[in-house]
Protein backbone atom coordinates (compact mmCIF):
# COMPACT_ATOMS: atom_id res chain seq x y z
CA UNK A 1 0.00 0.00 0.00
CA UNK A 2 1.45 3.48 -0.74
CA UNK A 3 1.07 6.17 1.80
CA UNK A 4 0.75 9.15 -1.37
CA UNK A 5 -1.25 7.01 -3.41
CA UNK A 6 -0.48 8.65 -7.15
CA UNK A 7 -4.35 8.00 -8.40
CA UNK A 8 -7.30 9.76 -7.58
CA UNK A 9 -10.44 7.19 -8.36
CA UNK A 10 -13.17 8.45 -10.18
CA UNK A 11 -16.35 5.71 -9.31
CA UNK A 12 -20.02 6.65 -11.30
CA UNK A 13 -22.83 5.11 -8.96
CA UNK A 14 -23.29 5.54 -5.60
CA UNK A 15 -24.74 1.74 -5.06
CA UNK A 16 -23.79 -0.52 -3.00
CA UNK A 17 -21.10 -1.63 -4.92
CA UNK A 18 -19.33 1.56 -5.83
CA UNK A 19 -19.86 2.65 -2.36
CA UNK A 20 -18.08 -0.76 -1.02
CA UNK A 21 -14.93 0.53 -3.58
CA UNK A 22 -15.15 3.76 -2.21
CA UNK A 23 -14.45 2.41 1.67
CA UNK A 24 -11.99 -0.02 0.95
CA UNK A 25 -10.14 2.49 -0.80
CA UNK A 26 -10.32 4.84 2.15
CA UNK A 27 -9.76 2.39 4.29
CA UNK A 28 -6.43 1.63 2.09
CA UNK A 29 -5.69 5.39 2.21
CA UNK A 30 -6.14 5.79 -1.28
CA UNK A 31 -9.02 8.66 -2.20
CA UNK A 32 -11.79 8.36 -3.87
CA UNK A 33 -14.97 10.46 -5.58
CA UNK A 34 -18.00 8.82 -6.38
CA UNK A 35 -20.49 10.61 -8.74
CA UNK A 36 -24.48 9.90 -8.55
CA UNK A 37 -27.36 10.99 -10.54
CA UNK A 38 -29.93 11.11 -7.76
CA UNK A 39 -30.12 14.64 -5.68
CA UNK A 40 -29.33 13.08 -2.24
CA UNK A 41 -29.30 9.91 -0.22
CA UNK A 42 -32.54 9.70 0.27
CA UNK A 43 -34.00 11.23 -2.93
CA UNK A 44 -35.33 7.58 -3.88
CA UNK A 45 -36.66 4.22 -1.94
CA UNK A 46 -33.28 1.67 -1.51
CA UNK A 47 -35.45 -1.45 -2.48
CA UNK A 48 -36.17 -4.33 0.52
CA UNK A 49 -34.59 -6.89 2.49
CA UNK A 50 -31.49 -7.87 1.16
CA UNK A 51 -29.70 -11.06 2.42
CA UNK A 52 -25.67 -10.89 2.74
CA UNK A 53 -23.85 -14.45 1.63
CA UNK A 54 -21.04 -15.37 3.84
CA UNK A 55 -19.48 -16.17 0.19
CA UNK A 56 -19.30 -13.00 -1.15
CA UNK A 57 -21.05 -10.52 0.85
CA UNK A 58 -19.68 -10.95 3.90
CA UNK A 59 -15.92 -11.03 2.57
CA UNK A 60 -16.87 -7.81 1.40
CA UNK A 61 -18.24 -6.01 4.44
CA UNK A 62 -14.73 -7.74 6.14
CA UNK A 63 -13.23 -5.99 3.58
CA UNK A 64 -14.63 -2.75 4.47
CA UNK A 65 -14.03 -3.12 7.77
CA UNK A 66 -17.75 -2.94 8.60
CA UNK A 67 -19.09 -6.35 9.44
CA UNK A 68 -19.82 -4.99 13.33
CA UNK A 69 -21.97 -1.97 12.39
CA UNK A 70 -23.68 -4.44 9.71
CA UNK A 71 -24.76 -7.23 12.64
CA UNK A 72 -26.14 -3.80 14.23
CA UNK A 73 -28.85 -3.38 11.66
CA UNK A 74 -29.48 -7.18 10.74
CA UNK A 75 -32.74 -8.45 11.24
CA UNK A 76 -33.32 -11.53 13.24
CA UNK A 77 -35.40 -14.41 11.97
CA UNK A 78 -36.02 -13.32 8.57
CA UNK A 79 -34.06 -16.24 6.73
CA UNK A 80 -37.19 -18.50 6.92
CA UNK A 81 -38.13 -19.52 4.03
CA UNK A 82 -41.44 -21.07 2.55
CA UNK A 83 -42.94 -22.51 -0.85
CA UNK A 84 -46.88 -22.66 -1.15
CA UNK A 85 -48.54 -24.20 -4.05
CA UNK A 86 -51.41 -22.35 -6.13
CA UNK A 87 -53.87 -23.53 -3.63
CA UNK A 88 -51.73 -22.06 -0.57
CA UNK A 89 -50.63 -25.75 0.38
CA UNK A 90 -47.46 -25.41 2.50
CA UNK A 91 -44.87 -27.36 -0.28
CA UNK A 92 -42.16 -26.52 1.72
CA UNK A 93 -41.62 -24.33 5.59
CA UNK A 94 -37.84 -23.89 6.74
CA UNK A 95 -37.83 -21.41 9.87
CA UNK A 96 -35.13 -19.05 11.04
CA UNK A 97 -33.42 -21.46 13.53
CA UNK A 98 -30.76 -18.72 13.66
CA UNK A 99 -27.70 -21.29 12.06
CA UNK A 100 -28.56 -19.81 8.27
CA UNK A 101 -25.58 -18.09 6.29
CA UNK A 102 -27.74 -15.40 5.03
CA UNK A 103 -28.85 -12.47 7.10
CA UNK A 104 -31.16 -9.93 6.40
CA UNK A 105 -30.93 -6.28 6.58
CA UNK A 106 -32.56 -3.64 4.49
CA UNK A 107 -31.04 -2.18 0.92
CA UNK A 108 -31.70 1.43 2.66
CA UNK A 109 -30.04 0.83 6.26
CA UNK A 110 -26.79 -1.29 4.59
CA UNK A 111 -26.65 2.00 1.60
CA UNK A 112 -26.82 4.50 4.44
CA UNK A 113 -24.01 2.63 6.77
CA UNK A 114 -21.47 2.42 3.63
CA UNK A 115 -21.90 6.52 3.10
CA UNK A 116 -21.98 7.35 7.10
CA UNK A 117 -18.44 5.35 6.54
CA UNK A 118 -17.03 7.51 4.09
CA UNK A 119 -15.38 11.04 4.24
CA UNK A 120 -17.52 14.18 3.95
CA UNK A 121 -17.71 14.97 0.16
CA UNK A 122 -16.68 11.60 -1.15
CA UNK A 123 -20.47 11.59 -2.91
CA UNK A 124 -21.09 14.41 -5.08
CA UNK A 125 -25.13 14.21 -5.45
CA UNK A 126 -26.91 15.66 -8.20
CA UNK A 127 -23.95 14.42 -11.45
CA UNK A 128 -25.93 12.19 -13.92
CA UNK A 129 -23.64 11.61 -16.51
CA UNK A 130 -24.65 12.41 -20.01
CA UNK A 131 -21.77 10.91 -22.30
CA UNK A 132 -17.82 9.43 -21.04
CA UNK A 133 -14.77 9.17 -23.51
CA UNK A 134 -10.93 8.62 -23.72
CA UNK A 135 -8.83 11.46 -24.44
CA UNK A 136 -5.62 12.14 -26.74
CA UNK A 137 -3.66 11.24 -23.18
CA UNK A 138 -5.41 8.38 -22.28
CA UNK A 139 -7.28 9.98 -19.45
CA UNK A 140 -11.43 9.55 -19.33
CA UNK A 141 -13.53 12.48 -19.87
CA UNK A 142 -17.09 12.01 -18.04
CA UNK A 143 -19.40 14.65 -18.86
CA UNK A 144 -22.59 15.45 -16.35
CA UNK A 145 -25.78 16.13 -17.48
CA UNK A 146 -24.89 20.13 -16.51
CA UNK A 147 -22.70 20.57 -18.48
CA UNK A 148 -19.79 20.48 -16.36
CA UNK A 149 -16.56 17.60 -16.88
CA UNK A 150 -14.08 16.09 -14.91
CA UNK A 151 -10.83 13.93 -16.53
CA UNK A 152 -9.41 10.78 -14.73
CA UNK A 153 -6.42 8.34 -15.14
CA UNK A 154 -8.95 5.67 -13.16
CA UNK A 155 -12.49 5.40 -13.98
CA UNK A 156 -14.98 2.81 -12.51
CA UNK A 157 -18.22 2.15 -13.72
CA UNK A 158 -20.74 0.70 -10.62
CA UNK A 159 -23.69 2.80 -12.14
CA UNK A 160 -26.09 0.07 -13.22
CA UNK A 161 -27.94 -1.94 -15.69
CA UNK A 162 -27.88 1.04 -18.03
CA UNK A 163 -24.62 1.83 -17.42
CA UNK A 164 -22.77 5.19 -19.14
CA UNK A 165 -19.43 4.28 -18.87
CA UNK A 166 -20.00 0.78 -20.06
CA UNK A 167 -19.51 1.95 -23.88
CA UNK A 168 -16.42 2.57 -23.30
CA UNK A 169 -15.34 -0.56 -22.92
CA UNK A 170 -18.00 -3.02 -24.60
CA UNK A 171 -20.07 -3.18 -27.37
CA UNK A 172 -23.11 -5.30 -25.17
CA UNK A 173 -26.21 -3.78 -24.31
CA UNK A 174 -28.68 -5.20 -21.87
CA UNK A 175 -31.69 -7.23 -23.54
CA UNK A 176 -34.65 -8.30 -22.53
CA UNK A 177 -34.93 -11.83 -20.18
CA UNK A 178 -38.54 -12.83 -21.52
CA UNK A 179 -39.78 -11.88 -17.66
CA UNK A 180 -40.60 -8.84 -15.77
CA UNK A 181 -41.59 -8.48 -12.41
CA UNK A 182 -44.63 -6.33 -10.91
CA UNK A 183 -43.94 -4.98 -7.28
CA UNK A 184 -46.55 -4.43 -4.92
CA UNK A 185 -46.28 -3.81 -0.75
CA UNK A 186 -49.19 -4.39 1.75
CA UNK A 187 -48.60 -2.68 4.83
CA UNK A 188 -49.41 -3.81 8.35
CA UNK A 189 -50.51 -6.61 7.16
CA UNK A 190 -50.59 -8.81 10.15
CA UNK A 191 -53.96 -6.35 11.16
CA UNK A 192 -54.88 -4.88 8.01
CA UNK A 193 -54.00 -8.35 5.41
CA UNK A 194 -54.47 -11.73 8.54
CA UNK A 195 -54.74 -13.95 5.96
CA UNK A 196 -51.92 -13.07 3.59
CA UNK A 197 -49.49 -12.42 6.50
CA UNK A 198 -50.01 -15.74 7.52
CA UNK A 199 -49.34 -17.39 4.18
CA UNK A 200 -46.27 -15.10 3.82
CA UNK A 201 -45.00 -16.36 7.26
CA UNK A 202 -41.81 -15.02 9.03
CA UNK A 203 -39.37 -14.63 5.67
CA UNK A 204 -39.67 -15.25 2.40
CA UNK A 205 -42.30 -17.05 0.59
CA UNK A 206 -42.89 -18.14 -2.95
CA UNK A 207 -45.63 -19.79 -5.25
CA UNK A 208 -44.32 -20.82 -8.47
CA UNK A 209 -45.72 -22.47 -11.78
CA UNK A 210 -43.97 -22.29 -15.16
CA UNK A 211 -43.88 -18.91 -16.65
CA UNK A 212 -44.89 -17.04 -13.16
CA UNK A 213 -45.07 -16.51 -9.53
CA UNK A 214 -45.99 -14.82 -6.64
CA UNK A 215 -43.07 -14.09 -4.30
CA UNK A 216 -43.04 -11.84 -0.93
CA UNK A 217 -41.09 -10.76 1.77
CA UNK A 218 -41.80 -9.72 5.53
CA UNK A 219 -40.05 -6.45 5.75
CA UNK A 220 -40.61 -4.24 9.23
CA UNK A 221 -43.58 -3.41 10.62
CA UNK A 222 -45.65 -5.99 8.99
CA UNK A 223 -44.88 -4.88 5.66
CA UNK A 224 -45.21 -7.52 2.74
CA UNK A 225 -43.24 -6.51 -0.31
CA UNK A 226 -44.34 -8.92 -2.96
CA UNK A 227 -42.92 -9.55 -6.76
CA UNK A 228 -45.33 -10.96 -8.82
CA UNK A 229 -43.32 -12.60 -12.07
CA UNK A 230 -44.66 -12.87 -15.64
CA UNK A 231 -42.79 -14.35 -18.39
CA UNK A 232 -44.59 -11.84 -20.91
CA UNK A 233 -43.48 -9.76 -23.96
CA UNK A 234 -42.56 -6.16 -23.01
CA UNK A 235 -45.64 -5.30 -25.52
CA UNK A 236 -47.80 -7.24 -23.18
CA UNK A 237 -47.10 -4.75 -20.15
CA UNK A 238 -47.38 -1.86 -21.82
CA UNK A 239 -51.02 -2.89 -22.80
CA UNK A 240 -51.98 -3.60 -19.33
CA UNK A 241 -51.93 0.20 -18.60
CA UNK A 242 -49.86 1.07 -15.63
CA UNK A 243 -50.42 5.06 -16.09
CA UNK A 244 -53.79 3.55 -14.12
CA UNK A 245 -53.00 1.72 -11.11
CA UNK A 246 -56.34 -0.26 -10.64
CA UNK A 247 -56.39 -1.48 -14.12
CA UNK A 248 -52.92 -2.63 -14.16
CA UNK A 249 -53.52 -4.39 -10.89
CA UNK A 250 -56.78 -6.02 -12.41
CA UNK A 251 -55.19 -6.95 -15.58
CA UNK A 252 -51.74 -8.81 -13.48
CA UNK A 253 -54.02 -10.32 -10.90
CA UNK A 254 -56.40 -11.96 -13.80
CA UNK A 255 -53.14 -14.21 -14.90
CA UNK A 256 -53.37 -15.85 -11.14
CA UNK A 257 -57.37 -16.13 -11.48
CA UNK A 258 -58.23 -19.72 -9.33
CA UNK A 259 -54.88 -19.14 -7.02
CA UNK A 260 -56.04 -18.92 -3.46
CA UNK A 261 -57.42 -15.50 -2.03
CA UNK A 262 -54.69 -14.92 0.25
CA UNK A 263 -52.11 -15.06 -2.71
CA UNK A 264 -53.89 -12.89 -4.88
CA UNK A 265 -53.97 -10.62 -2.17
CA UNK A 266 -50.68 -9.64 -2.69
CA UNK A 267 -51.41 -8.28 -6.21
CA UNK A 268 -55.25 -7.15 -5.62
CA UNK A 269 -54.78 -5.34 -2.26
CA UNK A 270 -51.18 -3.17 -2.65
CA UNK A 271 -51.59 -0.39 -1.01
CA UNK A 272 -48.99 1.23 -3.40
CA UNK A 273 -49.48 1.56 -7.10
CA UNK A 274 -47.97 -1.60 -8.59
CA UNK A 275 -44.43 -0.68 -10.40
CA UNK A 276 -43.23 -2.37 -13.43
CA UNK A 277 -39.75 -4.12 -13.65
CA UNK A 278 -38.87 -5.73 -16.66
CA UNK A 279 -36.14 -8.45 -16.17
CA UNK A 280 -32.95 -7.35 -18.66
CA UNK A 281 -29.44 -9.28 -19.11
CA UNK A 282 -26.45 -9.02 -20.29
CA UNK A 283 -24.83 -12.14 -22.53
CA UNK A 284 -23.83 -14.67 -19.83
CA UNK A 285 -19.91 -14.79 -19.76
CA UNK A 286 -19.69 -10.80 -20.16
CA UNK A 287 -16.02 -9.37 -20.99
CA UNK A 288 -14.15 -6.75 -22.23
CA UNK A 289 -10.91 -6.74 -23.28
CA UNK A 290 -8.35 -4.33 -21.14
CA UNK A 291 -8.94 -0.53 -22.02
CA UNK A 292 -6.65 1.15 -20.19
CA UNK A 293 -7.51 3.10 -16.88
CA UNK A 294 -11.34 1.74 -16.82
CA UNK A 295 -13.24 -1.10 -15.46
CA UNK A 296 -17.01 -2.03 -14.38
CA UNK A 297 -18.29 -3.32 -11.56
CA UNK A 298 -21.84 -4.93 -10.35
CA UNK A 299 -24.47 -4.81 -12.72
CA UNK A 300 -22.66 -2.78 -15.51
CA UNK A 301 -20.22 -5.18 -15.76
CA UNK A 302 -22.84 -8.61 -15.18
CA UNK A 303 -26.33 -7.90 -15.23
CA UNK A 304 -27.70 -11.50 -14.65
CA UNK A 305 -31.58 -12.57 -14.38
CA UNK A 306 -32.46 -11.94 -10.74
CA UNK A 307 -30.90 -14.76 -7.98
CA UNK A 308 -30.64 -12.88 -4.72
CA UNK A 309 -26.83 -12.49 -5.31
CA UNK A 310 -26.77 -9.10 -7.42
CA UNK A 311 -26.08 -6.72 -4.40
CA UNK A 312 -23.66 -9.20 -3.05
CA UNK A 313 -21.67 -9.76 -6.15
CA UNK A 314 -21.62 -6.01 -6.69
CA UNK A 315 -20.10 -5.51 -2.79
CA UNK A 316 -17.48 -8.48 -3.70
CA UNK A 317 -16.50 -6.46 -6.74
CA UNK A 318 -15.77 -3.29 -5.32
CA UNK A 319 -14.00 -5.06 -2.09
CA UNK A 320 -11.74 -6.91 -4.93
CA UNK A 321 -10.82 -3.84 -7.12
CA UNK A 322 -10.57 -1.56 -3.91
CA UNK A 323 -8.06 -4.36 -2.87
CA UNK A 324 -6.00 -4.76 -6.17
CA UNK A 325 -5.64 -1.01 -6.61
CA UNK A 326 -4.03 -0.85 -3.26
CA UNK A 327 -2.15 -4.04 -3.85
CA UNK A 328 -0.51 -2.03 -6.91
CA UNK A 329 0.53 1.46 -6.07
CA UNK A 330 1.25 3.58 -8.94
CA UNK A 331 0.51 0.67 -11.39
CA UNK A 332 -3.21 0.92 -12.70
CA UNK A 333 -3.05 -1.70 -15.49
CA UNK A 334 -1.59 -4.13 -12.91
CA UNK A 335 -4.54 -3.39 -10.66
CA UNK A 336 -7.35 -4.02 -13.28
CA UNK A 337 -5.77 -6.76 -14.85
CA UNK A 338 -5.67 -8.34 -11.70
CA UNK A 339 -9.73 -7.24 -10.96
CA UNK A 340 -10.76 -8.85 -14.11
CA UNK A 341 -8.73 -11.47 -13.90
CA UNK A 342 -11.16 -12.93 -11.06
CA UNK A 343 -13.84 -10.87 -12.11
CA UNK A 344 -14.81 -12.48 -15.62
CA UNK A 345 -14.85 -16.63 -13.91
CA UNK A 346 -16.47 -15.29 -11.08
CA UNK A 347 -19.39 -13.87 -12.70
CA UNK A 348 -19.79 -16.01 -15.61
CA UNK A 349 -19.81 -18.51 -13.31
CA UNK A 350 -22.85 -16.79 -11.37
CA UNK A 351 -24.73 -16.34 -14.26
CA UNK A 352 -24.99 -20.05 -14.99
CA UNK A 353 -25.89 -20.25 -11.44
CA UNK A 354 -28.83 -17.80 -12.14
CA UNK A 355 -30.24 -19.41 -15.09
CA UNK A 356 -30.19 -22.55 -13.11
CA UNK A 357 -32.13 -21.07 -10.14
CA UNK A 358 -34.02 -18.95 -12.93
CA UNK A 359 -35.35 -22.55 -14.98
CA UNK A 360 -35.89 -24.02 -11.15
CA UNK A 361 -38.34 -21.92 -10.10
CA UNK A 362 -40.33 -20.53 -13.44
CA UNK A 363 -39.39 -23.33 -16.12
CA UNK A 364 -41.49 -26.26 -16.99
CA UNK A 365 -41.30 -28.82 -13.98
CA UNK A 366 -41.89 -25.44 -11.32
CA UNK A 367 -42.23 -25.46 -8.24
CA UNK A 368 -40.69 -29.05 -8.12
CA UNK A 369 -37.28 -28.13 -9.54
CA UNK A 370 -36.99 -25.89 -6.97
CA UNK A 371 -38.21 -28.01 -4.06
CA UNK A 372 -35.65 -30.53 -5.49
CA UNK A 373 -32.88 -27.59 -5.46
CA UNK A 374 -33.78 -26.93 -1.43
CA UNK A 375 -33.44 -30.95 -1.18
CA UNK A 376 -29.93 -30.88 -2.54
CA UNK A 377 -31.16 -33.22 -5.20
CA UNK A 378 -30.62 -30.14 -7.95
Known amino acids: MSSTPSTHVTIVGAGLGGLTLARVLHVHGIPSTVYEAEASATARTQGGLLDIHDHNGLPALREAGLEEEFRAIVLEGHQ????LGTD???LLDEPDDGTGGRPEALRGELRRMLLDSLPAGTVRWGHRVS??????DGTHEVAFADGTTVTTGLLVGADGAWSRVRPLLSGAVPAYSGMSYV??????ADVRHPAAAKAVGDGAMCALVPGKGIQAHRETSGTLHTYVALSRPQEWFTAAGFADPAAATARIAAEFDGWAPELTALITDGETAP????LFTLPDGHRWDRVPGATLLGDAAHLMIPSGEGANLAMLDGAELGKAIAAHPGDVEAALAAY????FPRSA??????TDLHEAMYGENAPHGLLRMFAGQA
Not at 80 to 83: K, L
Not at 183 to 188: F, K, M, V
Not at 275 to 278: H, W
Request: net charge negative; hydrophobic share 45%; no cysteine.
Open 88 to 90: GAV
Open 183 to 188: ETYLHD
Open 80 to 83: ATRV
Open 349 to 354: AEAVDA
Open 131 to 136: GVRTLA
Open 275 to 278: VLRP
Open 340 to 343: EREL
